[in-house]
T-cell receptor, first 115, second 114 residues
Framework: EPEVTQTPSHQVTQMGQEVILRCVPISNHLYFYWYRQILGQKVEFLVSFYNNEISEKSEIFDDQFSVERPDGSNFTLKIRSTKLEDSAMYFC?????????????FGPGTRLLVL | AQSVTQLGSHVSVSEGALVLLRCNYSSSVPPYLFWYVQYPNQGLQLLLKYTSAATLVKGINGFEAEFKKSETSFHLTKPSAHMSDAAEYFCAVNRRGGADGLTFGKGTHLIIQP
């Protein structure tokens, strides 16, 4: 069964460094998402992406964050200058279409630790 | 704005016993509700979803959930717990009517006692 994959599974970085989290969505899906979960807190929506542009973003997704689909398979989340509070599990998801009923398929997550 | 509350960060049941995981929602528009499960070191997997077609929704692995508008609830149940059900369970609601992002609860860790 097709699944969303994410790399790396764990990343440790120094505060102020740039990190890129990578995701490979399911091949026939058109919509892509990033979520994060700070330890002990809720899974939070960051951004959605369609047709090579941001469809929607939350208030968390500030200028430090960017997303890109650099080729036909990868979908990346870049954090330009990491802060301690960026430490979290980051989930990528994809869906065939957009809509209230659409199922979003999630990857296993990347655990980011900022020191 | 939509939100969900999951009562109980940890729930422990004996193998073979009834599983009940609680989720209450708050929504200014008719909600679409989802239950996801996360097994260790895996992604979030959809268990079931409510999309207004039927109030009792059956999902995978023997789970079901009932949408009760009067109680603003969407509790997840399974008649008989199995050891393989041990996982983290998340309730989610569509973030805004027609928008993309899901709003999740904090999750409930289900522990199965042998």
């Amino acid at each position: 069964e097709p699944e969303v994959t994410q790399t790396p599974s764990h990343q440790v970085t120094q505060m102020g460094q740039e990190v890129i989290l990578r995701c490979v969505p399911i091949s026939n899906h058109l919509y892509f998402y990033w979520y994060r979960q700070i330890l002990g807190q809720k899974v939070e929506f960051l951004v959605s992406f369609y047709n090579n542009e941001i469809s929607e973003k939350s208030e968390i997704f500030d200028d430090q964050f960017s997303v890109e689909r650099p080729d036909g398979s990868n979908f990346t989340l870049k954090i330009r200058s990491t802060k301690l509070e960026d430490s979290a599990m980051y989930f990528c998801a994809s869906s065939v279409d957009r809509g209230l009923q659409e199922t979003q398929y999630f990857g296993p997550g990347t655990r980011l630790l900022v020191l | 704005a939509q939100s969900v509350t999951q009562l109980g960060s940890h729930v422990s049941v004996s193998e073979g016993a009834l599983v009940l995981l609680r989720c209450n929602y708050s929504s200014s528009v008719p909600p679409y509700l989802f239950w996801y499960v996360q097994y260790p070191n895996q992604g979030l997997q959809l268990l079931l979803k409510y999309t207004s077609a039927a109030t009792l929704v059956k999902g995978i692995n023997g789970f079901e959930a009932e949408f009760k508008k009067s109680e603003t609830s969407f509790h997840l149940t399974k008649p008989s717990a199995h050891m393989s059900d041990a996982a983290e369970y998340f309730c989610a609601v569509n973030r805004r009517g027609g928008a993309d992002g899901l709003t999740f609860g904090k999750g409930t860790h289900l522990i199965i006692q042998p």
